[in-house]
């Protein structure tokens, strides 16, 4: 158990410009998935997904935002025409079903949008 | 709408004394109860869970929470802080579902004081 991974750690942006950034879940987990905090604030619920399928989105997703789960393992989510109010540290965490709903989050990806 | 409260935003207190950290939630019928801990460039890590049974749950490292459905709180306690628990301290909610998406507070720090 290696415990939940992201890249890039950190990711300086101009406004406009994409970025990308990847989650890798403790294997085995079929749960996945993402919150945003801002600075002085709790994380916010962002999507969720259980296996590839991505079953809830928050209204806090734009149309700018897009996360994928491909086969099921790791996870990306792609930010569009970034915009300053995008900067943020972006969490993903990672559970199985029937274990007590215990998410267990990697260290962040910290976005700042210039 | 769902929600949960930490009422102190930055929690001081001189080494070895005791602490409470507040935490309310919204009411619902039934809920899962977290306290999760973030040092400084760190992840989230979870530190206690109440998810049924005793109300009264424990750390490892001496924290403890009471679940107190009619007051709908879950405060941690201490009774002897060390300055390596110098920290933010998240509360969150699981109100169940098919997601079993958390809904944070908006943190405390606790500040130990030599």
């Known amino acids: 158990d290696t415990g939940v991974s992201q890249n890039p750690r950190h990711k300086i942006t101009k406004r406009g410009q994409n970025v990308t950034f990847r989650c890798d879940p403790i294997?085995?987990?079929?749960?996945l998935y993402w919150y945003r905090q801002t600075l002085g604030q709790g994380p916010e619920f962002l999507t969720y997904?259980?296996?590839?399928?991505?079953?809830?989105k928050s209204r806090l997703l734009s149309d700018r935002f897009s996360a994928e789960r491909p086969k099921g393992s790791f996870s990306t989510l792609e930010i569009q025409r970034t915009e300053q109010g995008d900067s943020a540290m972006y969490l993903c965490?990672?559970?199985?079903?029937?274990?007590?709903?215990?998410?267990?989050f990697g260290p962040g990806t910290r976005l700042t949008v210039l | 709408a769902q929600s949960v409260t930490q009422l102190d935003s930055q929690v001081p207190v001189f080494e070895e004394a005791p602490v409470e950290l507040r935490c309310n939630y919204s009411?619902?019928?039934?809920?899962?109860l977290f306290w999760y801990v973030q040092y400084p460039n760190q992840g989230l890590q979870l530190l206690l869970k109440?998810?049924?049974?005793?109300?009264l749950v424990e750390s490892i490292n001496g924290f403890e929470a009471e679940f107190n459905k009619s007051q709908t709180s879950f405060h941690l306690r201490k009774p002897s802080v060390h300055i390596s628990d110098t920290a933010e301290y998240f509360c969150?909610?699981?109100?169940?579902?098919?997601?079993?998406?958390?809904?944070f507070g908006t943190g405390t720090l606790l500040a130990v004081q030599p």
């Open positions: 997904f259980q296996n590839e399928a991505q079953l809830e």
């Open positions: 109440y998810l049924s049974g005793s109300t």
């Open positions: 969150a909610v699981s109100y169940g579902g098919a997601t079993n998406k958390l809904i």
């Open positions: 294997s085995e987990h079929n749960r």
């Open positions: 009411s619902s019928v039934s809920v899962y």
């Open positions: 965490a990672s559970s199985v079903t029937g274990k007590n709903n215990e998410q267990f």
